[in-house]
């Protein structure tokens, strides 16, 4: 079997196996908090039919045996199915990558509720085509601003759907 340690760069960050017992682990989880509060909502079968819990328990019950189910197979892996486990789920470019993405997405969400929807978008776009997209910054601008103010237009203006401003407001010159 190939080495996924090769380099600094392509050192393996978790297993696949590691990442399975880990969703298993929280899939578990899951179905332990549905059945706790479908429990609350009464999930037993009354007179006039089902208590409002009672389908949500089945599936939390259900959500329960599949994280045991894929966690026992993950604990109790051989042959093949063990080495498969054993391989690099993610390495450290790749997780780069991703968290290149990430991490300004979680900016942006922040940024919404502070500058709303539009002003966040538009400097969203501009940050993401200059640095993950490499364009320059007088084209990521304007695409910027164009693709906002379209939205603009038609959100506030044409279907009079109001989106969120923020708690900055920073369009409130607009009258909108």
Same mark, same amino acid.
């Given at each position: 079997m190939e080495s996924n340690q090769t380099s600094e760069e392509g050192r393996a960050l978790a297993t696949n196996g590691t990442v399975d017992a880990v969703?298993? +682990?929280l899939v578990f989880l899951l179905g332990v908090l549905? +059945?706790?509060g479908s429990r609350q909502l009464g999930a037993e079968w009354g007179d006039d039919g089902p208590g409002p819990g009672y389908f949500p328990y089945y599936i939390g019950v259900i959500l329960c045996i599949s994280? #045991?189910? +894929? #966690?026992a197979q993950n604990l109790l892996a051989k042959g093949k199915a063990k080495e498969k486990n054993a391989e690099a789920f993610v390495d450290r470019?790749?997780?780069?990558?991703v968290l290149a993405v990430l991490v300004p997405a979680i900016v942006y969400v922040a940024a919404v509720s502070l500058i709303?929807?539009? +002003?966040?978008?538009?400097?969203?776009?501009? #940050?993401f085509m200059v640095y993950l997209g490499k364009y320059g910054w007088i084209k990521s601008l304007i695409v910027g601003l164009a693709v906002n103010t379209l939205f603009f237009l038609m959100f506030e203006v044409w279907f009079k759907v109001? #989106?969120?401003?923020g708690s900055l407001d920073p369009l409130s010159?607009?009258?909108y």
């Open positions: 969703v298993a +682990v549905v +059945v706790f994280g #045991l189910g +894929v #966690l470019e790749s997780m780069g990558r709303g929807i539009y +002003v966040a978008s538009a400097i969203y776009i501009t #940050l109001p #989106l969120h401003k010159f607009l009258g």
